[in-house]
């Protein structure tokens, strides 16, 4: 692509970026928990309207779709996302745009994705007589709450009219230095389901066990047991991890047995079907144990988001046009992560990139006093607007 290109973007987000700084502040200091961001979406809505951007609003309540059409729109379309929602965590630092919503805090960075977003339709809307296709904006809620705002999205047709072939979004991150950026082809992100389970049996003295079904050593049993999914079940090449964080019994004592225990973990993986089996196996796993030491175990598996698969080209793709916006050295490959991301719901659908943006350093994500080097998003806005033209250029 015409490298004349790159610079006129980079003035363009440069141009930007004291407005889209603003944008991220407000956002910021009126956060708003997951598929409740009725005023972030409407002071969305309000920068498209000013920018005369068209879009659609009602999508799960607060999302938004905008259109930005190029030369030839229906030749080709893409789709570029941004999360809208914040954590229910009291924010802790001490900033002149510190959170206003108390208990709520935009600790994971959405509210610099959707700024950066509104960074980018401006620089394309801009740019629409350079580029053939259409460019499709999602403005997603409710990334941090199962079922999550994308698989709602989905449903509600968010990638039809017109179906986008491919899409990009990105993430902040504290552990790249500003000005560099991540990537990862293939899989990247885990599925992640939560765990509940209820172990029954007969409580009673703890000097007697004769005559009790001990709860406590079935809970043991299971937990330990259930490890064998990870060590012994599953393929060496499918990584997989169960923990489980909470163990807690109603009524037991030094000298009691508990008629009742209740174990929570979390499992999670990146193949789906081996995920669907190792559910399975877990509940026969642990029924089996209690039932061998006369007891009972009921087992939830409460299903979240699927693990997350960056496609190979698009990914390349994506890629390639960093290290000409940023320089090789500043493009950096990802390791694998165990959390999980709603942005796997568009990948189960149709080819997509999930990239890491630099933000410099912070204390983690999901934390008190997590915060980003602003100047991140000029470099957001700028590069994700050129791996868009190159998307569309190159597929
Ligand atoms: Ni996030």
Redesign the pocket.
Known sequence: MDNNLVNKIKEFASQNYDEVLAIRRHLHQNPELSFQEFNTSKYIQDVLTKLEIEFETGFVKTGIVALIKGKNPESKVIALRA?MDALPILEENNISYKSQNNGVMHA???DVHSASLLGVASILNKLKSEFEGTIKFIFQPG??KLPGGASLMIKEGVLENPSPRTILGQ?VFPDLPLGKVGFRPGMYMASTDELYLTVKGKGGHAALPHKCVDTVLIACEIISSLQQIVSRHAKPDVPSVLSFGKINSTGGATNIIPDEVKIEGTFRTMNEEWREKAHKKMVKIAEGIAESMGGKCEFEVRKGYPFLKNDEKVTQIAQEAAIAYLGKENVIDLDLRMTA?DFSYYTQSIPGCFYRLGTGESTG?HTSTFNVDEKSLEIGMGMMSWLALNLLDKQ
Request: proline share 0%; hydrophobic share 10%.
């Open positions: 999360d994971c960075g959405h990334e941090e993430h991301e994500l």
